[in-house]
């Protein structure tokens, strides 16, 4: 499968995610997504920078089930977040859980691939982070 679109994340050999920032050239900071005008913090232009691979990853910050058809190809409802995805740069994503139920302000989320219906390209969507699920039975709803 390839990126649907390759301009903002990519696969790694090893199936992992990563995400396109700017690193920009005069004041080191990441801008995302990478193809924008130039450096978010300081205004330098695009090409004093370089675009630069990290790891999906990043920090759940909030969150919002959408009840609305508002994203092409999604059925709602469906769940929204920000995500901090480097220092400064926060995200609003598409969340890949059935509610919010998994989900807290402050958890780790990683970007996966979700094959997109044409069955040729994937979509890049957060998820929680298995591995630091720290097996919490959860009983009853957190409201
Ligand atoms: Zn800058």
Not at 37 to 63: F, H, N, W
Not at 69 to 76: D, F, R, Y
Not at 92 to 119: H, K, M, N
């Amino acid at each position: 499968m390839i990126p649907k679109d390759p301009s903002l994340y990519l696969m790694e050999a090893d199936g992992s995610l990563s995400l396109r920032f700017l690193h920009c050239g005069q004041c080191a900071a990441l801008t995302f997504p990478a193809n924008s005008y130039g450096c978010a913090k300081c205004g330098a232009p695009q090409d004093s920078g370089e675009i630069v691979s990290r790891p999906a990853t990043g920090t759940l910050l909030e969150y919002v089930t959408v009840h609305a058809p508002l994203v092409k190809g999604i059925e709602p409802p469906f769940v929204v977040g920000d995500v901090l995805l480097a220092p400064g740069v926060v995200e609003e994503v598409v969340l890949d859980v059935q509610d919010e139920s998994s989900l807290a302000p402050g958890i780790d989320v990683e970007g996966r691939a979700c094959p997109d219906p044409d069955g040729r390209h994937f979509e890049c969507r957060f998820a929680p982070v298995a591995a630091t699920r720290k097996g919490g039975t959860q009983k009853g709803d957190a409201a």
